[in-house]
Nanobody, 124 residues
């Protein structure tokens, strides 16, 4: 059974940085892809970044490109989201998601497994 547990959220000032972690279990690393999404109340859940576990290919939403970096640690079976130059528009609950397949998936409907989320709040 696939389980995902996010951590690392918190309150940060604009311009600051946070690193989110997604600890996984039950994932077959050679054939899974993982993604980060975020949800701010009143808005739709939004794709942030995705990584193919098998070869490390990545894809980012335009507004975070150059500021956020998604990465994986095979030994720790953990996916990270390094977030730099944060601004108040990045405030949301951030979710880790996983699904089988080696492509990069950007729609929340394409993911089967979800973590519980971690709150990120950026103050101005």
């Amino acid at each position: 059974q696939v389980q995902l547990v996010e951590s690392g959220g918190g309150l940060v000032q604009a311009g600051g940085s946070l690193r989110l972690s997604c600890a996984t279990s039950g994932v077959t690393f050679s054939s899974y892809s993982l993604g980060w999404f975020r949800h701010d109340p009143g808005k739709e859940r939004e794709f942030v970044a995705a990584i193919s576990w098998s070869d490390g290919r990545t894809h980012y939403q335009g507004s975070v490109k150059g500021r956020f970096t998604i990465s994986r640690d095979n030994a720790k079976t953990t996916v990270y989201l390094q977030m730099n130059s944060l601004n108040p528009e990045d405030t949301a609950v951030y979710y880790c998601a996983a699904r089988s397949g080696r492509n990069l998936f950007t729609s929340s409907r394409e993911y089967n497994y979800w973590g519980q989320g971690t709150q990120v709040t950026v103050s101005s």
